[in-house]
């Protein structure tokens, strides 16, 4: 068990968020192999131990009993390799504008004034910056949505796209070590 600091409980889902980060290298090797690219799995295979709670998986793919789904693969608009790092690339930048969003500021000095603990980060660039908080959330919900929109045009996907890998990769994480 792992230690939540935030819930001050101990926590197995945490462990295997934390396993699911250690272990991302091979977490994207299986998905492109999924996807018919089986070279970073191979590479992986050639120069690192195959992580314990993966090893069923990649067991699996030994024995026959996981193969590549070639029809979907035909129908792939990004890599086969890319599909999760791009999909982790934009969910890290829509995680950090949604802390931006969402975040306490706790209390602590602010250059001259204690910041009250129910203060948001949110509320407190509203004030530095004259505006209403609720203006600053749109702010950056538009910046959310641009960022969505040029994440989709960058690499030649739609949004719909975008919006799917990002679910693939939730439910990855979500379903640790069975990915």
């Known amino acids: ?29 299986l998905d492109a192999y999924d996807f018919c690219d089986p070279q970073p799995l191979a590479a992986l295979i050639e120069k690192k131990v195959i992580p314990d709670e993966l090893r069923n998986q990649v067991s699996k ?6 193969k590549p789904n070639k029809r979907a693969a035909a129908k792939l ?7 999760l790092v791009l999909a982790a690339h934009v969910s890290i930048c829509l995680g950090l504008i949604d802390a931006l969003k969402n975040a306490s500021a706790a209390s602590h000095w602010d250059g001259g004034d204690w910041v009250d603990e129910d203060d948001t980060i949110l509320s407190m660039q509203a004030s530095r910056y004259g505006k209403e908080p609720i203006e600053l ?12 929109r040029q994440s989709a ?13 990002l679910r693939e990769l939730r439910k990855k994480q979500q379903n640790y070590p069975d990915v």
């Open 153 to 165: 045009q960058d690499h030649g996907i739609s949004i719909e796209t975008l919006e799917n890998l």
């Open 61 to 66: 793919i030994i024995t026959g009993e996981r």
């Open 137 to 148: 959330k749109r702010e950056l919900e538009k910046e959310q949505s641009e960022l969505m």
């Open 77 to 83: 608009s990004v890599p086969a390799s890319e599909r």
């Open 1 to 29: 068990m792992v230690w939540n600091f935030a819930t001050h409980r101990e926590s197995a889902n945490m462990r295997w968020e934390i396993e699911f980060k250690d272990n991302w290298a091979w977490v994207v090797a």
